[in-house]
């Protein structure tokens, strides 16, 4: 196994630089570039000299050696802490890399820890998701999988197929002294473990809303509040607010949180019939913004009756997940009161009001996630490699169960057993081959 190094800490200035070194002669490249009075201890951070490819001082800092195998690859480990210099930190790495370590390719510390059994492969995608983390959702959620969660859930649906094969392979080995399983306690057991795989689809659904975020799109008629609303979502003036109908022509995107969940939010063009033609584009694009978002908050001017163009965007907005508030309750409700059926769970208020602003979010969430809280400290799946795992998983649970109805013979299901067995393990990484590896390590930075 070749030694890899690469610089580990990010890209620019900063006080301290890491440059990790790891594999058989990590200790032996890194004696040819650091100098000190005190030999390198295990977990001791001891102090010298940096030294270039020409043997100069190229910068004083910390060495820290930690060996094999109580380290994240597995391998013997040292890391040298240098000062926060672009240059300082690449003229290190060239030094190791003269020294006789390989440059180290993207993720591939990380893979190295799971190739040597530090983590299963669920864990090592964690690692690149909480690098990744742009929420404090996200970044719980990913720690949730990085400390086991979803190797336990795969392993504990994983047990029980294995336990069925292995009463499968006694029956066949020795009919004459191992009794087939009971069909329909088969039928019975792969039925639950196959709720239990539904019960992961779903979450992948809320963990991809946990890491990506939610797009949540503020639509309604011009002058009914809607870049009044933005700014008291995002506690700052961002969007014009005007009395004169059309100023907001463009579409305006920011972000903001719920529980630690991102929601993007689109404040749009004001939806009516216009000649304007450059009003008309911000509309189309309000109109565009619309169907991409996972949620509509439609704004409407609860103070007056209802027009045309309230009713239309209320009407174009009833077949898809949306919260409806009634704004300007402080000037009247005549079009709150003057509302239909299909808006019989509106919200009447003010933007305002931080009361109002409080239940907006509250409806945004369940109509986003279907509740104010997701517990981001179970276990989900993180990735569309391992939902498609899971799938296949199913399909061969579903196959199982469908040889049992059919009444065929018992042994015909343990083909579709060992393919739901294999697909599990590439999630965890127990079936994984090197096109998976690579997929999986490609999207990590390097010295990670």
Request: proline share 4%.
């Amino acid at each position: 196994m070749e030694t890899i190094a690469a610089i580990a800490t990010p890209p620019g200035r900063g006080a301290i630089a890491i440059v990790r070194c790891s594999g058989p002669d990590a200790r032996q490249i890194v004696a040819r570039v650091f100098r000190s009075r005190a030999p390198l201890a295990d977990r001791v951070a001891t102090y010298g000299e940096i030294l270039d490819v020409d043997g100069t001082v190229l910068d004083r800092g910390l060495a820290l050696a930690m060996d094999a195998p109580r380290t994240v690859t597995g391998e013997d480990v040292v890391e040298l802490h240098v000062h926060g210099s672009p240059v300082v930190a690449r003229e290190t790495l060239r030094a190791l890399l003269h020294a006789g370590a390989r440059a180290a390719g993207p993720g591939e510390f990380t893979r190295r820890a799971f190739l040597n059994g530090k983590l299963d492969l669920s864990a090592a995608e964690a690692v690149a998701d909480v690098i990744d983390a742009e929420s404090r959702a996200g970044a719980r959620a990913a720690q949730a999988n990085l400390t086991g969660g979803l190797r336990a859930a795969i392993d504990a649906i994983a047990a029980p197929i294995a336990t069925v094969l292995e009463e499968l392979a006694g029956a066949i080995d020795y009919p004459d002294e191992v009794p087939e399983p009971e069909r329909g306690d088969v039928d019975a057991r792969i039925a639950v473990l196959d709720v239990q795989l539904a019960a992961l689809v779903d979450d992948w659904e809320r963990g991809r809303l946990v890491r990506e975020g939610l797009t949540l799109a503020i639509v309604g008629p011009p002058n009914a509040g809607k870049s009044s609303l933005l700014n008291a979502l995002l506690g700052e003036e961002r969007a014009i607010v005007a009395a004169i109908a059309g100023t907001t022509r463009d579409v305006i995107e920011e972000r903001f949180f719920i529980d630690g969940i991102a929601v993007r939010v689109l404040d749009t063009a004001g939806l009516r019939e216009s000649d304007d033609p450059v009003e008309r584009i911000g509309i189309e694009r309000a109109r565009r913004a619309l169907e991409g978002a996972a949620v509509a908050l439609v704004v409407i001017d609860g103070a007056r009756p209802l027009d045309a163009d309230a009713q239309a965007v209320l009407v174009a907005t009833r077949e898809r997940p949306r919260v409806v508030l009634f704004n300007k309750s402080d000037l009247g409700r005549a079009g709150f009161d003057a509302r239909e059926a299909p808006e019989a769970d509106a919200l009447l208020g003010s933007v305002l009001d931080a009361a109002t602003i409080a239940a907006l979010q509250r409806a945004v969430a369940h109509s986003g996630w279907g509740s104010e809280h997701i517990d981001l400290t179970r276990a989900h799946l993180a990735s569309a490699r391992q939902a498609d795992a899971v799938a296949r998983a199913r399909e061969s649970l579903q196959r199982v169960r469908a040889t049992l109805d059919a009444g065929d013979a018992l042994d015909l299901i343990a083909p579709e057993l060992l393919a739901a067995t294999a697909a599990l393990g590439e999630i965890t990484g127990a079936v994984a081959t090197e096109a998976i590896l690579d997929g999986v390590f490609a999207r990590f930075c390097i010295g990670k």
